[in-house]
């Protein structure tokens, strides 16, 4: 068993419990000074305003973070007047809540950033839905307070974040390295040799897909800022980590030759080893809990050592073992990724000043751009366009679920009805299929917790459990979307309490709500869908394109840093998204399994050529003074021009996988010269290229 999984575990939820209680305490504050100087009801609108606010406020990249929070003030704003002054008209009632669904699913236009902001909106317009007001004045005064409220979050979320900006950075590091840990335990399990089947594998493909979201997280917000030394020690961690990752990649390329290796205790040697740099990068992530941490170098230097001397031995009683020769590269591949581990400990360590590789390399190339301007969203309205599909989805799920509540007053309520519908509701029917289990599940318990608080508890208790469970929600908001649901579901139906006391919210009346919710969501998910099959051809070609890219930058025996950096990151982003959209594509209806059998097929195919891809710079940093570098020239430029036009989409590469170049078999090249294994690398890579074409090339991928 590792060491310190619960210690990081523990550091990665301190870190957003801290982001949760921060979020608490600013609307806690909002409601405190409001009550003061207005009186109790008063600070219950404010503190709706700084819920709905606080809803968009992550941690994202502080360049980001201004602009999020003044447009969720603006949203906040807008759409509590919309809701109140509609009011007095049952029809421009309707057509606002129509209004609602259509903007929430064109913003999902922009990308994930805008998910919260567009929850924002939703929640400013059914809070609003729960008062009653008597003339449009009331309307105006609820939605003054609200703004006060708005306003006040909106002013301590942005301090708060430009003044803790270290502790946020440091937050996206520790995900990324605990995603990293969980990558390598994926990556021991394939070295269990009583392991059987491709369950193993398909496990570490989703631990990459896992970590290359991690990854690019931590990647916006740590290269946006690298003026000061604090700055520039945390991109020289990431670095660091990214170094190590694509090391520990690179010792996949003989995976296929270990399957079943007849070396069985050196198998489970190395399971443990790997196990072991999972609790060291464990370890290393408690130094992230502090923003001044101090660490100690990786003690177990000593195991990768006895490691190369056995893999030694065995080369030398058998010299033309491919086996023994793919033991060999992993074992070798696997140290040099623990010498990395070794300077991420230096970069994590506040003694240690920073290197100047941020200065050499462009960072903002390798940062996400977020889709901008008003040209975004005017592209949206296009009949086939998803976001504009899924808006009409969600707008008419909504239209129906307000008017069923007009229909049915006494068995559902509006509110929480449209809430849920919003919540569950995805452009993806398959993040929808799984968030309506999580919501109903999370809002059964929020509903039982809720209804015991009501009736046993002060009205100070329950204040304070409305400004813990919005702290909560926020935590778990991207570790557990149940747990984000039950304290969603608490602090929801308390305000909606003290917003009017005399209607408590019931638990059966709530749980009926949540279940006409989810099943409208369901219902209109097939409506106008736009399923993940449709995506999937043009996902491919970009898959394809990607690794051509990698290619052309891996294949040379000097590889340019920043080049070779993007195109690499650029590639296995690439599979990442493939192995998203599998999963998706798995959920929905009608899906062709023997088609999404073969995308898993091209997935782990990919995800090999990635492997031998990487390798490439590994092999000649390890044996660069062996190779004669005209030859090692001559050979790499001929296979990365084959290589490239087999992984072109539009560059003839179905003729070159129909007639392959005349290359010697594995089983024919022999020799431990480092130009013997260069060309047995070459072979692999340029194998592993013609399946990869071969498999994107199947017409059944069409027919999904």
Partial sequence: MPRFPRSISLAVFRAHI????????????????????LGF?????????????????????????????????????????????????????????????????????????????????????????????????????????????ALVYTVYGVATAWLFDDRSRRLLLAEAMHAFAAYLRAKAALYNPDAEGPAGFRALIDAHATLADRLQAARDSLFARRKHRMQLKRIDTLVAL?????????????????RGAPQRELL????????????????????????????????????????????????????????????????????????????????????????????????DLFRQDAPRGLGVLVRQFRWRAPALRYGIRLALAMTTG??????????????????????????????????????????????????????????????????????????????????????????????LHFVDPLVHPQFFERIVDTL????????????LPYWER????????????????????????????????????????????????????ADEPNTNRRALASLGELLGANYLLASDLSSMPVLVKLRAHELDAAAADASIASARDRVVALLKPDSGGSAAVMVPAQRDSFAGMHGNSAMDVLARRLNHIEHAAEKVARLAARPVIEDV
């Fill in 18 to 37: 801290e982001n949760g209680l921060s979020v608490a305490i600013g609307v806690g504050l909002t409601g405190l000074l409001t009550g003061a100087a």
């Fill in 41 to 149: 009801p008063a600070a219950i609108t404010a503190a709706t305003g700084a819920v709905c606010v606080s809803i968009s406020d992550r941690t994202d990249p502080l360049r980001l973070k201004f602009w999020i929070m003044g447009f969720a003030f603006l949203a906040t704003v807008f759409f509590t007047g919309l809701s109140s002054f509609a009011h007095f008209s049952p029809a421009t009632f309707v057509a606002a809540t129509a209004f609602v669904g259509l903007w929430t699913g064109l913003i999902s236009a922009y990308g994930k950033w805008v998910l919260s902001l567009a929850m924002t909106c939703v929640l400013a317009f059914v809070f609003a839905m729960g008062q009653h007001y008597g003339t449009p004045s009331d309307a105006a005064d609820h939605l003054l307070l609200t703004v006060c409220g």
């Fill in 242 to 258: 990214l170094d190590a990752f694509e090391t520990v990649l690179s010792s996949d390329a003989d995976y296929e030759a270990l």
């Fill in 268 to 363: 489970w040697r190395l399971n443990n080893f790997v196990l072991q740099m999972a609790e060291e990068v464990e370890r290393l992530t408690l130094a992230l809990r502090s923003r001044h941490g101090h660490v100690t170098a990786p003690h177990y230097a000593e195991s990768a050592h006895q490691l190369q001397d056995t893999v030694a031995e065995l080369r030398a009683t058998a010299p033309d073992d491919l086996v023994v020769y793919a033991l060999t590269a992993t074992v070798n591949k696997l140290a040099l990724a623990e010498s990395y581990i070794g300077t991420l400990a230096v970069a994590l360590d506040d003694a240690t000043p920073p290197s100047a590789l941020a200065k050499s390399l462009d960072l």
């Fill in 402 to 495: 307000l008017a069923l509540t007009l229909i049915f007053p006494r068995f559902a309520h509006a509110n929480w009805v449209l809430l849920t519908i919003a919540l569950i509701m995805r452009a993806n029917y398959s993040v929808t299929r799984q968030r309506r289990w999580d919501r109903v599940t999370g809002t059964l318990i929020g509903c039982v917790l809720a209804v015991t608080f009501i009736n046993t508890l002060p009205a100070t208790a329950l204040l304070l459990l409305i400004v813990l469970a919005v702290g909560t929600s926020h935590a778990y908001g991207q570790v557990a979307y149940r747990v984000t649901a039950i304290g969603a579901s608490v602090s929801s139906l308390l305000l």
């Fill in 516 to 527: 006409i919710g989810s099943g409208l969501s369901w219902a209109f998910s097939h409506l």
């Fill in 534 to 585: 449709s995506d999937l051809p043009h996902t491919v070609r970009g898959l394809l394109a990607a690794d051509a890219a990698f290619a052309e930058a891996a294949l040379k025996r000097a590889p340019i840093s920043q080049t070779y950096r993007l195109a690499r990151k650029k590639a296995l982003d690439a599979v990442a998204q493939l192995s998203g959209a599998i999963r998706r594509l």
